[in-house]
């Protein structure tokens, strides 16, 4: 199985920060990490598929990136609205595998 | 828009077998694209893969389920099922049906909002 690790677990931040969450993948995963985001009582929602492309709606802020087997989530200017868990997630092969989540909670 | 709606009973004895059924509405389950899946989420923890079912019929399992689990369609009621037989307390979890496209990215873009389930005697 691939095996994908966040950093970091979690994280305190501020309103307006820019925040970056790393996920390592394993092995080679080309560009197929996707990033969703869980709020406490619900379901994940997709953010970012491909390593780099936005899911519809999702707002600017959010950019992804990929170098070779590490892939980075960055939230340029924090929202409220984005303190949540953030995991990434391997669609190149089978099993599909999620990494751990880093939580992102106000400091 | 596609949303999906899980299922079932929310407490299990231990050695039971768990059925599933998650509901898809606002689209057709064999409209082509897609594979329709399974995630569970163990209490405070992360999110496992459990295998889906393609729009061709043809199944995926994770290897780590050990044969327990398997994946069914039915269109003339637009739902897929999930089950997983000789349920343990390690079983325990949030489970939810989504919706993976089957090119491009094949990214998860639709979840259901889950539904608990928990193995107790």
């Known amino acids: 199985d691939i095996r994908l690790t966040q950093s970091p677990s979690s994280l305190s931040a501020s309103v307006g920060d820019s925040v970056t969450i790393t996920c390592r993948a394993s092995?080679?995963?080309?560009?197929?990490l996707n990033w969703y985001q869980q709020k406490p009582g619900k379901a994940p929602k997709p953010l970012m598929f491909?390593?780099?492309s936005l899911q519809r709606g999702v707002p600017s802020r959010f950019s992804g990136s990929a170098s070779g087997t590490d892939f980075t989530l960055t939230i340029s200017s924090l929202q409220p609205e984005d303190f949540a868990t953030y995991f990434c997630?391997?669609?190149?092969?089978?099993?599909?595998?999620f990494g751990q989540g880093t939580k992102v909670d106000i400091k | 828009q596609v949303q999906l709606q899980e299922s079932g009973p929310g407490l299990v004895k231990p050695s039971q077998t768990l059925s599933l059924t998650c509901s898809v509405s606002?689209?057709?389950?064999?409209?082509?694209?897609?594979?329709w899946s399974w995630i569970r989420q163990h209490p405070e923890k992360g999110l496992e893969w459990i295998g889906y079912?393609?729009?061709?019929?043809?199944?995926d399992y994770n290897p780590a389920l050990k044969g327990r689990v398997s994946i069914s369609v039915d269109t003339s009621t637009n739902r897929f099922s999930l089950r997983l037989t000789s349920m343990t307390a390690a079983d325990t979890a949030l489970y939810y049906c989504?919706?993976?496209?089957?090119?491009?990215?094949?990214?998860?873009?639709?979840w259901g909002q889950g539904t608990l389930v928990i193995v107790s005697s």
């Open positions: 989504a919706r993976e496209k089957d090119y491009a990215g094949n990214e998860i873009d639709t």
């Open positions: 606002g689209g057709s389950i064999n409209s082509g694209g897609y594979c």
């Open positions: 079912i393609s729009d061709s019929g043809s199944t």
């Open positions: 092995q080679s995963i080309r560009s197929y």
């Open positions: 491909g390593a780099s």
């Open positions: 997630q391997q669609s190149y092969s089978s099993p599909r595998t």
